[in-house]
C-alpha cells in the first residue's frame, strides 16, 4: 500500500544543471500535484494535472516543466536549476469517484539543493 | 486569488493543555476547509476537514470550527500529548477542486 511515492528523496544539485522528479501514485487517482515547501510560505503549488493528458500551471510555475506520463505517473523537471529552487519538493494526489471530499495524499517529499 | 493566513507560526503547550489554531481566507466562494498535520521528514497528512455548511465538526481531540460571516476556521486540540507535536496546516478549497490554496503552517510543540 505505497500511496503516492516520489523519487529521489534527497539531490543536490549545480546552478543550471537539469533534473527529473518522479512521481507515481497507486490510488487509481485521477488527479496529480507537485507543490514545493519553503520556511515560512507553506505549500505552493506549482503544476498539477487534473486527469490524464492534461497540465496545467499553478501558483509558481516559472523554471519547471511536467509530465502527465499516465494515469499513475507524473513528473517535474527542472531544465535549468537556480538556487531559488532550493526546496522541499511533493508530489500529491487526489480524486477518484467514491471519495466526494476529493482528499489530497503527498507523497513523503524530495528535499532539493541548488548551489 | 483566494489568501489563507494562519496563525500562530509557533505554539508551544504543556501536555495536557489545548491549541488553537486560526486561519482566516479571503474568498467567500471557497467552500471547504481541510486540515493537515505534517511530522518531520513526511508529508502532509489530512486530520479533519468541514465543509461551508458546517458550523463545527469534532474527531475524538480535535475540532473543527468554521465562521463564514468573519471567514475565519480554527482547529482545536484539546489534551495535548507529546506526538501530537508536528506541523499543522489549514485550506481552502474554491470551486475546481484543484484550487486549495494553503496557509503558512504553525509549529506545535507539545512539552511533556
Known amino acids: 500500500n505505497a500511496g503516492v511515492t516520489q523519487t529521489p528523496k534527497f539531490q543536490v544539485l549545480k546552478t543550471g544543471q537539469s533534473m527529473t522528479l518522479q512521481c507515481a501514485q497507486d490510488?487509481?487517482?485521477?488527479?496529480m500535484y507537485w507543490y514545493r515547501q519553503d520556511p515560512g510560505m507553506g505549500l505552493r503549488l506549482i503544476y498539477y494535472?487534473?486527469?490524464?493528458?492534461?497540465?496545467d500551471k499553478g501558483e509558481v510555475p516559472n523554471g519547471y516543466n511536467v509530465s502527465r506520463l499516465n494515469k499513475r505517473e507524473f513528473s517535474l523537471r527542472l531544465e535549468s536549476a537556480a538556487p531559488s529552487q532550493t526546496s522541499v519538493y511533493f508530489c500529491?494526489?487526489?480524486?477518484?469517484?467514491?471519495?466526494?471530499?476529493?482528499?489530497?495524499?503527498f507523497g513523503e517529499g524530495s528535499w532539493l539543493t541548488v548551489v | 486569488g483566494e489568501n489563507v493566513e494562519q496563525h500562530p507560526s509557533t505554539l508551544s503547550v504543556q501536555e495536557g493543555d489545548s491549541a488553537v489554531i486560526k486561519c482566516t481566507y479571503s474568498d467567500s466562494a471557497s467552500n471547504y476547509f481541510p486540515w493537515y498535520k505534517q511530522e518531520l521528514g513526511k508529508g502532509p497528512q489530512l486530520i479533519i476537514d468541514i465543509r461551508s455548511n458546517v458550523g463545527e465538526k469534532k474527531d475524538q481531540r480535535i475540532a473543527v470550527t468554521l465562521n463564514k460571516t468573519a471567514k475565519h476556521f480554527s482547529l482545536h486540540i484539546t489534551e495535548t500529548q507529546p506526538e501530537d507535536s508536528a506541523v499543522y496546516f489549514c485550506a481552502a478549497r474554491t470551486g475546481g477542486y484543484q484550487k486549495v490554496t494553503f496557509g503558512t503552517g504553525t509549529k506545535l510543540q507539545v512539552i511533556p
Open positions: 490510488m487509481n487517482h485521477n488527479s
Open positions: 500529491a494526489s487526489s480524486g477518484t469517484a467514491l471519495d466526494l471530499r476529493n482528499t489530497i495524499y
Open positions: 494535472s487534473a486527469s490524464e493528458g492534461t497540465t
